[in-house]
């Protein structure tokens, strides 16, 4: 089988003079690809590198694949995890992970909220701001400090930093101006003070499955002041450990399994989804975002973490992903 690899990589961009330099935090290193691409051709395939964007249009339309595995973020829209999957249905090639619909709905991180919290499903309380001079304070309406700020429509701690937590009204201000430099809307949401738990979701249909689940805990800081910042992820091995099927009561555990899968269900996630709560201090936990293109680093995402401490490998993880596309496409491998 001939299966398109769709990515984008961090070393072919230059980044504008006008943003953030975490602005691709989200891209992949060669180091990922060259992991899917021979976990692929160990199972018997060809591979071809469709990158991104516009070299992935021209690609796309010279090459014939059966099938394209996507890790495509794109860049520069609201709607940019999309591109590369609209770009497929309209051409009729089929492609791993979810739709643009669920992707696109899946970046914005307010309108997740708003969807999943419609659902019964608990999130922190939030509002949305677009800019610093359309604050006021009753916009807050309930919501008490302490506060956490995060870019409505980005993913890998992009904008988030160890002062994203704020105590108060001059904080709040002066973290939204700083994010202002991204052009983007702000998230305002109640910090929950507890354990950062990550899920893995796998599979379609009555075969969705919870992978399994995993803490990411703090090394230096209490747990209750922890955020899992840009700069946390960049020194990982010396800022947090990996717990894989953390210590929690196990009625958490389940109802964290239950919130998972409704919650990729809800949202129609597809193959594969990674989704992360936070549990307050009496273990309760609250839904914070969905990743419908996890990282697949074999080395250090969480996903593949996941699954190796669940007793699945980093291969098996890539085939069954592949599988699961496969299937619901009704394609025979």
């Known amino acids: 089988m001939r299966v398109g690899l769709a990515f984008d990589l961090k070393d072919h961009i230059k980044i504008p003079s006008d943003l953030p330099e975490d602005i691709y935090e989200e891209f992949d290193i060669e180091d990922t690809i060259i992991s899917i691409e ?31 595995f996507n890790i495509a973020e ?13 770009i497929l249905e309209l051409l009729g090639i089929p492609f791993t992970g979810s739709d643009p619909l669920t992707l696109a709905l899946t970046l914005d991180k307010t309108m997740t909220k708003r969807v999943v919290q419609s659902a019964g499903i608990r999130t922190p309380e939030f509002v949305e701001i677009d800019h610093l001079d359309n604050f006021q304070p009753e ?23 160890r002062n994203s937590k704020v105590r108060n009204i001059e904080e709040l201000k002066n973290k939204i101006k700083e994010l202002s ?10 910090f929950i003070p507890g354990k950062e738990i990550t899920v893995g979701v796998i599979g379609n249909g009555k075969k969705t499955r919870v992978l399994g689940m995993m803490e990411i805990a703090p090394r230096n800081i209490p747990r209750e002041d922890f955020i899992y910042s840009l700069e946390v992820k960049r020194n990982w091995r010396e800022e947090v450990s990996y717990i894989v099927n953390p210590q929690i009561p196990e009625e958490t555990k389940e109802e964290i399994e239950e919130m998972s899968l ?8 597809r193959d594969i989804s990674r989704i992360d709560f936070r549990l307050d201090t009496d273990n309760t936990p609250y839904f914070l975002e969905v990743n419908p293109l996890p990282g697949l ?9 996941i699954s190796r401490g669940y007793g699945m490998s980093y291969e098996e993880l890539i085939k069954e992903i592949l599988s699961s596309a496969l299937e619901r496409y009704g394609i025979k491998e």
């Open 297 to 305: 680093n074999p080395d250090y995402s969480d996903l593949p973490m």
């Open 74 to 86: 794109g860049f520069g829209t609201r709607s940019r995890e999309a591109h590369v999957p609209s």
């Open 181 to 190: 430099i991204y052009k983007q809307p702000i998230l305002i949401e109640r």
């Open 262 to 269: 409704k919650i990729y269900n809800i949202l129609g996630c």
């Open 38 to 68: 021979d976990v692929l051709k160990s199972l018997g395939h060809e591979v071809v590198r469709l990158y991104s964007g516009k070299k992935f249009l021209e690609n796309i339309l010279k090459e014939k694949v059966d099938i394209v």
């Open 139 to 161: 916009i807050l309406n309930s919501l008490k400090f302490p506060l956490i700020l995060k870019l409505s429509r980005e993913g890998s701690s992009i904008g988030l930093r």
